[in-house]
């Protein structure tokens, strides 16, 4: 309200300054105040001052020279008048009846006319003064400030204006100045052109008075946002209140005057939440985009399923930027705002392609969850790198990082610029134990051993089961199960099944009785996502209500097993690591089988996270986590649960400085640094400088620096040249900005190049055997070693074609052949080659078939580490699209690898891919739901979630809703786009050549 004020104050001072000798251009400017506008016309009409009259080629209706031909516009303002008339007759004296129709039909029925060719600040700041002055007219401002424009205008009439005429019908009124614009002459006065700079310089100055007022002004009760949306959080998320942290930090300094905030909280307090009203803020109230980075793509997923919704009701855009899905560079939106949603690499991409065209700062906030993996090798280098560009290129945007407690908050609060709030507040407490032999051990940092003697096991073992079990985990795990939840931690993918498949030989058989249709149903469920197939492991530990997860099951199947495990289906999961980090499944208790991931010894940070997810909020007083220890860890156990958390250094130099390297390439690619000094001043403002002295002690970074741009000169990269003042400058080779246009790995691009150019030779385009081959990751190759019978089979089933490309680049028949018969092979070949082809025929076998299952036991690999496979070929077959559309010579990939990207993204048939487009369809739901006949997202976004959840096997109406909103907002996306283009097209080009 106080914004609306002070905006009619500011369109006072502008009209009353010359309210009398305006000229008759800036009089029709489309910002000027429509009563105004009406008035000062009519005195023009009756005057014969040519200097106040427009040009020719400035028409009051901006070319739109038909109007007085037009009967029905004519006839429909007519209309308006007629009727305004009889709705006034009995209200209002002859005089104030006049002021108000003149105002309200120029004001209402003109005001609201498409704009053509207008500009899109001018067109906002109309908008914004036309609706204050509108209701003051009406008297609809119901507020105890004054309406001062009011009372200005009041004293306009009775002092300046002389006596009234009698007032003319509207459409006599038009066609006069229509002709009055036809008979002035072409000639524009120095005067008017003036009056003109006088004018845009008050638009800028009360456009920056609005915006200025709107950023400060509180829009709502909820933390400055509407009401609607805390209604929203308690509908959709069930939150009623917040937790006294979050309003602590929400209300914080630095929060509210923008400045960059890492916050630190332990797992599951919370963070996530603040994370998103703030986002909310920048997208509603600021009216910028926002960009969010998690860590991996199933968080991304969730993310975007569960703020779709938001996006609906609140009329924002959410999307999706992971694998192969994300348009570069994004949509242009006019009318609404975008919240992107990425992962650590796409996020990357997406701001390059934001700087390359001068668009960053349409991003007003970035917030980056699990900050601490800056330390993560070459994705806390990219992460790195994306805070770099955003910090040194954009300084209006607001940087939000969330991360766990840090033993070194201090460098990256100093790399961010930013200041830092932690909290140790846990929704539930946390209570951490260890076990040796059979007794439990309360962890206490505090006393000087570490563990103070709890409680004995108490647990009849038989002699049996003390041989299967000597870590008593079965014990551990039915002291809390069925009827509450438990997580078991175990060091390998193997462990897990193993696990889970020991522990129900143990239980008592009314395991099996607990919620046992659910179980059923939760079987037929993992049957049909696997066409049939179901995991012989599941078949047996589901009845028990026990699961495996872990990377080896399928995107389907971890879905189904975390749903029933959130709903209380499954009472018991045994998981890696990796469950810990990504989706929030918290338990009752935790246990931790060993103190090792694989080999290695837990760190901190990874210890934390796991006994993290112990409690859950809402439904247990207290959490548990157990560590099972063996006497030879227990010094090393001691270290771990009362060290200090691991600091986070940059990765920049891991792996041979790839990552330095990387970024100096985008920076002279992107012109943000074309000279060795300026790739200098910008590495000045990098985590690498911070911490200089601890990563690089041997070398300065001024050294590094240097060596990296001579690196990527000898890999033909980059070449310096001289200007015209003779300074040597740095440019990109083609070869070079195909690299970081693609996002390939520096390791990869000379091989890459060359792989593709020996393509061109006899590109085989009868099957897709050699595309997949070149969109086959290089880095997944070391992850399998060809089975040599199974090779040979399927190198046998191709066709001659295809065997002479397997021949071609450099895997001949008689090699495979010798390799199966287990003879000695005396041609050198390149085993990265032959590793390469045996992945891209798992690929095309999938590709032709589809079905996961069948291809997993052909190859005798994991379904998960083919899912793996498939996802990561998709996404490395959109950095190969990239890298070939910057490479004239490899015009004809370009058509060809967008449709086997879409296949590879996808993979089911193809009347199945607008349904998964959906985020959190999967392909055994697309399958459910075009067998009831939704077969289009259309028929999704408007289908009732009543009849959905009816119509749909085993889909609960969360679901349901979520599937709703994604369809929408998809639509809502493409609607959008398209929208956009057609105002590009028919957008008046502001640099049209005239006279």
């Not at 939000?400 to 201090?410: D, E, P």
């Not at 395991?511 to 066409?531: P, V």
Request: hydrophobic share 40%; with cysteine; net charge neutral.
């Amino acid at each position: 309200m106080y914004a609306d004020n002070h905006i009619q104050d500011i369109v006072v001072k502008r009209n009353t300054s010359s309210s009398r000798k305006r000229s008759r251009d800036v009089v029709r400017s489309h910002i000027t105040p429509a009563k105004k506008r009406s008035s000062v016309t009519s005195d023009m009409t009756d005057s014969k001052d040519t200097d106040l009259c427009c040009s020719d080629n400035e028409d009051l209706f901006e070319g739109y020279d038909s109007i007085v031909g037009d009967s029905s516009f004519l006839a429909k303002l007519e209309d308006v008048e007629l009727q305004m008339r009889h709705h006034h007759k009995d209200q209002q004296t002859p005089q104030s009846y006049e002021d108000y129709l003149t105002d309200s039909i120029l004001a209402e029925d003109l005001s609201n006319s498409p704009l053509r060719a207008l500009p899109s600040s001018q067109l906002a700041f109309q908008q914004v003064v036309s609706t204050p002055e509108k209701c003051s007219s009406m008297g609809t401002h119901n507020t105890s400030t004054p309406n001062r424009r009011a009372t200005v205008n009041h004293a306009d009439v009775s002092v300046n204006k002389p006596p009234r005429k009698t007032r003319r019908s509207m459409k006599e009124h038009l066609k006069q100045v229509l002709i009055d614009n036809a008979a002035t002459s072409s000639t524009v006065s120095k005067t008017v052109q003036q009056k003109r700079a006088v004018m845009t310089e008050e638009i800028s100055v009360a456009m920056k008075t609005i915006e200025s007022i709107s950023d400060k002004g509180d829009r709502g009760p909820f933390f400055g946002l509407p009401s609607k949306v805390k209604d929203l959080i308690l509908r959709l998320k069930g939150i009623q209140d917040l937790y006294e942290w979050q309003k602590t930090c929400l209300s914080l300094e630095s929060v509210q005057q923008r400045r960059n905030l890492i916050y630190s909280l332990p797992t599951s307090g919370g963070k996530t939440l603040v994370a998103e009203i703030l986002i909310l803020k920048e997208l509603l109230c600021r009216r910028k985009d926002a960009l969010l980075i998690l860590p991996y793509v199933s968080l991304v997923q969730e993310k975007v399923r569960g703020l779709c919704s938001f996006g609906i009701e609140l009329d924002f855009l959410v999307e999706e930027y992971a694998g192969s899905k994300g348009k570069f560079p994004p949509v242009k939106r006019r009318n609404k705002n975008s919240l992107y949603i990425t992962t650590i690499e796409k996020g990357h991409s997406l701001v390059n392609s934001l700087i390359e065209n001068n668009r960053l700062d349409n991003i007003g906030l970035v917030v980056v969850d699990e900050l601490h993996m800056l330390g993560d090798g070459s994705r806390g280098a990219i992460l790195e790198m994306t805070l770099s560009k955003i910090l040194y290129m954009s300084k209006s945007t607001h940087i939000i990082g969330m991360s766990a407690t840090l033993g070194n908050v201090g460098d990256l609060q100093t790399f961010l610029r930013a200041e830092n709030y932690t909290n140790d507040f846990r929704p539930v407490e946390l209570k951490e134990f260890v076990k040796i032999k059979d007794s439990i051990y309360e962890v206490d940092p505090r006393e000087e051993e570490c563990f103070r003697f709890s409680r004995l096991l108490n647990f009849k073992y038989s002699s049996g089961l003390q041989k299967m079990d000597p870590d008593h985990i079965v014990a551990l795990a039915t002291e809390v199960i069925p009827q509450q939840s438990c997580l078991i931690f175990c060091a390998t993918k193997k462990n897990c099944e193993n696990l889970a498949g020991m522990i129900c030989k143990y239980l008592n058989k009314h395991f099996i009785t607990h919620k046992e249709a659910e179980k059923a149903t939760l079987l037929g469920e993992l049957r049909n996502s696997g066409n049939g197939s179901l995991c012989p492991v599941l078949r047996k530990t589901v009845p028990f209500g026990l699961a495996y997860h872990h990377s080896g099951l399928t995107s389907d199947e971890r879905k189904l097993v975390e749903e029933a495990y959130s709903s209380g289906v499954l009472c018991l999961l045994t998981c890696t690591s990796t469950l810990a980090a990504g989706i929030n499944l918290p338990a009752r208790r935790v246990i931790l089988r060993s103190p090792y991931i694989a080999a290695d010894f837990l760190k901190r940070s990874q210890y934390k996270q796991m006994v993290g997810r112990a409690g859950r909020a809402g439904i247990d007083a207290m959490g548990e986590s157990i560590l099972i220890l063996q006497d030879k860890d227990t010094a090393m156990a001691k270290n771990l649960v009362s060290a200090p958390m691991e600091k986070c250094y940059s990765n920049l130099l891991h792996d041979g400085g790839r990552g330095l390297l990387s970024l100096i390439l985008s920076l002279i690619g992107l012109k943000i640094g074309t000279t060795v000094e300026q790739v200098k001043d910008f590495m000045k403002g990098t985590l690498i400088n911070v911490q200089e002295a601890q990563v690089t002690p041997e070398k300065s970074l001024w050294d590094l620096t240097v060596e990296s741009i001579e690196t990527l000169k000898q890999k033909g990269l980059i070449e310096a040249s001289a200007d015209e003042q003779g300074e040597a400058t740095l440019q990109i080779t083609r070869l070079g900005r195909a690299t970081f246009k693609g996002s390939v790995d520096l390791s990869y691009c000379d091989l890459l190049y060359r792989d593709l150019s020996k393509g061109l030779e006899g590109l085989l385009l009868n099957s897709f055997l050699h595309l997949v081959y070149l969109v086959t990751p290089y880095d997944m190759v070391h992850q399998c070693k060809p089975d040599w019978m199974i090779y040979f089979r399927q190198f046998t089933n191709l066709s001659a074609a295809e065997q002479k490309m397997a021949t071609a680049v450099g895997v001949p028949e008689s090699f495979v052949t010798r390799k199966a018969a287990g003879q000695s092979v005396r041609k050198t070949v390149d085993t990265v080659v032959v590793n390469r082809l045996y992945l891209a025929l798992v690929l095309y076998s999938l590709l032709k078939e589809t079905n996961l299952w069948n291809v997993s036991e052909r190859f005798q690999l994991t379904r998960g580490f083919v899912q793996t496979l498939l996802s990561s070929a998709s996404a490395f077959g959109c950095s190969v699209l990239h890298f070939t559309e910057e490479l004239e010579e490899f015009w004809a990939y370009k058509a060809l690898l967008a449709e086997l990207t879409r296949r590879l993204t996808y993979c089911v048939q193809a009347e199945l891919i607008p349904l998964m487009e959906v985020a959190g369809v999967m392909e055994h739901r697309a399958k459910q739901l075009y067998n009831a006949g939704y077969k289009t997202l259309a028929h999704l976004a408007n289908s009732d979630p009543q009849i959905l959840v009816q119509t749909i096997e085993n889909l609960f109406k969360r679901q349901a809703n979520q599937i709703i909103a994604s369809a929408k907002m998809l639509i809502k996306e493409k609607a959008e786009a398209l929208q956009e283009e057609v105002d590009d097209l028919l957008m008046l080009p502001s640099d049209l050549p005239s006279l």
